[in-house]
């Protein structure tokens, strides 16, 4: 089959042809539907960190229809829809009981997206329900990472929020946000390239990073600052820059994925009495919770998606990305034929 293949760090991700998987027992194979780019794939291919070898097909928020099941298989069978969770567990742990598997002793985080065909467990795959396809299931991911977030800060209704980094995950907490009552959703970026994007989402603000950031914001407000604020981004020193922002006694959830040393001026905080909470993955009711989202509304996720392209555009839409643009969530489309060359 066809696959975008990690080669190295520093060069770009090539299409090549790898054995197409097989459904072992308890696993169903899918025929990948649409495959999202996320900022974490583009983190493993640069920073060894990640534990990438080589040869690998990453490629994690990915959705598909079921062609082939193993043996044991009991919910699953060919012609079904299904988003996929790319967390595996054991399956028989008191967290995989509870649908956590991401805090399993045995936890894996799975790839594949990237390729025409995968095979992974049953227990990590969620019927869609019927009218939502399996071109929009491959949000269900990056849905979910962000609405473990706000429950993660404990988000209540009328609270006032704002989101660091216009990113996909930081828009998603936009979407979430406002879903679940946020009085003021209030995005900053250093580039306004997302701004229409944000309010579409459900922002109620965006504003530009940079002086008198602090102002601005508490304004956006409604005159007092944020209880809550989203790291969305991921760089050193954010952490910091958003103890800064929140209010005393307030929260800084972050779910920005930092690999390299960071710092923080901790008798600042401390003086706040501010809370840091980390957030990472989600648990499986959360993922169902995300899925059911995607039937619309008055602020839809699907305006998350920027660009659809098919496999062998794939690699350069990739390095693309690595530099800022208007592109939010890319998404692949491995069935999709070559665009023909004028």
């Avoid at 967290?95 to 985080?109: H, I, Q, V």
């Avoid at 467990?121 to 939502?132: A, F, M």
């Avoid at 600042?268 to 809370?275: D, G, H, L, P």
Wanted: aromatic fraction near 6%; proline fraction near 5%; glycine fraction near 12%.
């Amino acid at each position: 089959m066809k696959a975008a293949i990690f080669d190295a760090f520093g060069k770009p991700l090539r299409i090549g042809s790898v054995d197409k998987p097989e459904a072992g027992r308890g696993q169903v194979l899918l025929k990948i539907c649409r495959c999202g780019i996320c900022g974490s794939d583009l983190h493993m291919t640069e920073d060894p960190t990640f534990g990438l070898k080589g040869g690998e097909v990453i490629g994690h928020e990915f959705s598909g229809e079921v062609i082939d099941v193993g043996s044991g298989v009991t919910h699953l069978k060919p012609g079904d829809q299904v988003s996929a969770a790319p967390l595996r567990g054991c399956g028989s742990c008191t967290s995989c009981k509870r649908g956590e598997p991401a805090w399993c002793s045995d936890f894996t985080l799975i790839g594949g997206g990237y390729a025409e065909f995968a095979a992974l467990d049953e227990l990590q795959c969620r019927k869609l329900p019927w009218g939502i396809s399996a071109i929009d299931g491959a949000l269900a991911e990056p849905l979910s990472v962000a609405l473990h977030g706000i429950l993660r800060a404990g988000m209540t209704p009328g609270a006032r929020v704002l989101i660091v980094g216009a990113g996909a995950i930081g828009l998603a907490v936009a979407y979430w946000a406002r879903r679940m009552g946020a009085a003021h959703v209030v995005v900053a970026d250093l580039h306004d390239h997302q701004r229409d994007r944000a309010m579409d989402l459900g922002a109620t603000d965006f504003v530009l990073s940079g002086e008198d950031m602090a102002r601005r914001v508490t304004e956006s407000c409604g005159g007092d600052a944020p209880e809550i604020v989203f790291e969305c981004v991921g760089k050193p020193g954010l952490i910091d820059h958003c103890v800064d922002l929140v209010a005393p006694r307030g929260k800084v959830l972050v779910l920005g994925l930092c690999t390299a040393p960071d710092h923080m001026n901790s008798f600042r905080a401390i003086s706040k009495e501010v809370e840091i909470v980390m957030s990472v993955f989600f648990t499986m009711p959360e993922f169902e919770m995300a899925i059911r989202a995607l039937d619309g509304g008055k602020y839809t996720p699907h305006h998350l998606i920027s660009d659809d392209i098919n496999l062998i555009a794939m690699p350069d839409a990739f390095e693309a990305l690595r530099s800022r643009t208007s592109q939010c969530k890319v998404m692949v489309d491995p069935s999709a034929a070559e665009t023909p060359k004028l």
